[in-house]
C-alpha cells in the first residue's frame, strides 16, 4: 500500500492555504466594510431625519406665530366680515402655508374662508378637528380626519380672545394631506432612484407624508422605527418595511405636534460598493494568485523539507508575522528559494489588502475624510489625555437647494468639492471629519481660539471664491470652539460650536462665530 507522496501532500496544503488564505482576507475585509458603510449610513439618516424633524417644528411654531398675529389683529373686528375676508385672504396667500384659511366664532359658525372655492360660509363647523379646537379654546394640531369637505386634512388653530378675555372663535388653516401641500414643499423627495424614502407619520402612527400618496392615512404602528417615534425617541436601526424590505432607517420626532420623520435607504443599495470592491479586489488577485499556484506545483515535485516548512506557515499566513518567518526558512537550492520569495511577495499583497480595508472602515466613504466614529475616538483620546483642542464645525449653506435643483449625484460632488477644500487649508496634524450630512468637522489639536479662527475664515473665504461642481458658487457658516477655555467636555464643546454655527446662520449664513 502506498502513502500519499509527499510532493502531492505538499501540492494540497500550498493549495488549500493560499485558498483559505485568499477568503479569509476578502470575507474579513469585506465584514469590516459592510459594518462601516451600515454604521456611516445609519448616522447619515438619523441626521438627515433630524434635520427633517426640525425644519417641521420651526414650520409649526412659525405657524403658530402667524395665527396668533391674525387673531390679534382681528379680535376687535369680528363683525366686520371684509376685514376677515381680507385677513384669510392674507394668511392663505402670504406663504402658502396653508390649503384653506378659515374664521369662525365661539359657535363654531363660519366667518369667512379663503379660498373662496371652499363653499362653506356661514356653516358650522362639526369636524374632529374644529370640535377639538372649539372645546380647548388653546391652539391645536388635529390628528388626520376627513372635514365636510371630503378632504383628508390636518387642522391647525389658534383662540380669538377680546381684550376682557371672551373666547370669540379662531383662525385657523388646514393642510390637504392628499394635495400639493407644505409637507412637500419642507420635505422635498429624494430625485435618487434607489429606493430611499421620508415620511412622516403623527403620534397614532398613521402616515401623513409619503411621497407615493396612497400611502397617506395607513396606519403603520407594527413597524418597530415607527413605534420608536410615537413613543418619543430619536435615533437609527435597520428595519423590513412593509414590502418586506430591509432598511436602514434614522428617526426623529417633532416635538410641536408628537409626529416622527423618518428617513430610509435599502440595505441592499447601501452595501453596493462594498461588493464592488470585493469584485476589484478578487479581479486584481487572481494573476498573482494564479502565477503564485503554478510556481509552487512546478516547485513541489522538487522539493521536500524546507517546502513542508513553508506550507506549514502558509496555511497560518493570516498572522502578518508569519511572513517574517518565512523569511528564515533555509532556501539551500534554487527552487525553493524562489518559491519562498513568491510566498512572501503573495502574502505582502494579501495583508496589504486586509490593512486596506481597516483603512476604509476609518474613513467617509463618500469625501475621504475622517469618518464620525473615529473622530468620536480621537476626541475622548484627546479629552482623557487633557490636550488643549479646538473644533470648527461647520455646514454648507442651503445645500437643500442644490441637491433639489441639480439631484443628489452634484450634491455628492459638492460635498467632495468642501472636503478638498477642507484639506487644503488645515495644518499639519489636523484631522478632517464628516460629521453627517452635509456638517463636518475639523479637530486643531494644540490649536488658539485665534487659529483656528483664522483656518476657518481661510476656508470660508476660499470656498466661496471658488467655482463648485453645481456651476455656482456654494458658501459655509462654522462655529468655533475652543477646549479647555469654552467647555470641559467633548459633547459640551460640540455643542458649543454648534451654537456658534447657529448665530452664523442666522446672522445670514457666510460667516464663522466663535463660541462663547
Not at 376677515?84 to 406663504?95: A, G, I, P, S, Y
Amino acid at each position: 500500500m502506498h502513502g500519499v507522496k509527499l510532493k502531492h501532500l505538499i501540492m494540497g496544503v500550498a493549495l488549500a492555504a493560499f485558498f483559505f488564505t485568499s477568503i479569509g482576507s476578502i470575507w474579513s475585509g469585506y465584514r469590516m466594510n459592510v459594518d462601516s458603510i451600515k454604521e456611516n449610513t445609519l448616522e447619515t439618516n438619523r441626521v438627515y431625519a433630524q434635520k427633517l424633524a426640525s425644519t417641521a417644528d420651526d414650520y409649526l411654531n412659525e405657524a403658530f406665530q402667524i395665527l396668533s398675529y391674525s387673531a390679534k389683529q382681528i379680535s376687535t373686528r369680528m363683525d366686520d366680515e371684509q376685514v376677515l375676508f381680507k385677513e384669510t385672504d392674507r394668511l392663505k396667500m402670504q406663504n402658502q402655508m396653508f390649503n384653506s384659511v378659515v374664521i369662525t366664532n365661539a359657535e363654531g359658525l363660519v366667518l369667512a374662508i379663503s379660498p373662496p372655492s371652499v363653499d362653506i360660509k356661514g356653516e358650522v363647523l362639526t369636524s374632529a378637528g374644529a370640535k377639538e379646537a372649539l372645546a380647548k379654546k388653546s391652539p391645536t394640531i388635529s390628528k388626520p380626519y376627513e372635514a365636510i369637505t371630503g378632504r383628508l386634512i390636518i387642522f391647525m388653530s389658534y383662540p380669538i380672545f377680546s381684550a376682557s378675555n371672551e373666547y370669540l372663535g379662531m383662525v385657523a388653516g388646514s393642510i390637504y394631506l392628499k394635495e400639493p401641500n407644505i409637507f412637500k414643499t419642507l420635505l422635498g423627495e429624494h430625485y435618487s432612484k434607489d429606493g430611499s424614502y421620508v415620511y412622516v407619520v403623527d403620534a397614532d402612527g398613521r402616515i401623513i407624508y409619503h411621497q407615493d400618496p396612497a400611502r397617506i392615512n395607513d396606519v403603520v404602528t407594527e413597524n418597530k422605527v415607527v413605534q420608536a417615534v410615537m413613543a418619543g425617541k430619536s435615533g437609527d436601526q435597520l428595519v423590513e418595511n412593509t414590502k418586506g424590505i430591509e432598511m436602514l432607517a434614522g428617526y426623529s420626532t417633532v416635538t410641536a405636534a408628537g409626529w416622527g420623520v423618518v428617513a430610509q435607504k435599502p440595505l441592499q443599495v447601501a452595501l453596493a460598493p462594498s461588493f464592488d470592491r470585493v469584485e476589484e479586489f478578487i479581479v486584481k488577485s487572481i494573476p498573482l494568485m494564479v502565477i503564485s499556484i503554478i510556481i509552487v506545483l512546478w516547485a513541489a515535485a522538487r522539493i521536500a523539507n524546507p517546502l513542508q516548512q513553508l506550507a506549514t506557515l502558509t496555511e497560518e499566513s493570516l498572522d502578518s508575522k508569519n511572513v517574517d518567518d518565512l523569511k528564515t526558512v533555509s532556501g539551500w537550492y534554487y527552487e525553493a528559494n524562489f518559491l519562498k520569495s513568491v510566498l512572501i511577495r503573495s502574502l505582502s499583497f494579501l495583508h496589504g489588502q486586509i490593512t486596506f480595508f481597516k483603512d476604509q472602515s476609518t474613513v467617509d466613504p463618500l469625501t475621504g475624510v475622517t469618518n464620525r466614529r473615529t473622530m468620536d475616538a480621537l476626541l475622548t483620546e484627546w479629552l482623557a489625555k487633557k490636550m488643549p483642542h479646538a473644533i470648527i464645525l461647520l455646514d454648507l449653506d442651503h445645500f437643500k437647494s442644490v441637491n433639489d435643483t441639480y439631484g443628489h449625484a452634484v450634491g455628492d460632488k459638492v460635498l467632495q468639492f468642501l472636503a478638498r477644500h477642507m484639506e487644503s487649508v488645515v495644518r499639519e496634524g489636523d484631522v478632517c471629519c464628516r460629521y453627517g450630512g452635509e456638517e463636518f468637522i475639523i479637530l486643531l489639536p494644540n490649536a488658539t481660539a485665534q487659529e483656528a479662527l483664522q483656518i476657518a475664515e481661510q476656508l470660508r473665504t476660499r470656498l466661496a471664491q471658488a467655482d463648485s461642481p453645481c456651476g455656482r458658487s456654494v458658501t459655509l457658516s462654522a462655529g468655533v470652539a475652543v477646549y479647555p477655555e469654552m467647555a470641559d467636555t467633548t459633547e459640551a464643546l460640540i455643542e458649543a460650536a454648534d451654537s456658534a454655527l447657529y448665530l452664523a446662520k442666522q446672522a445670514g449664513r457666510n460667516q464663522v462665530k466663535m463660541a462663547k
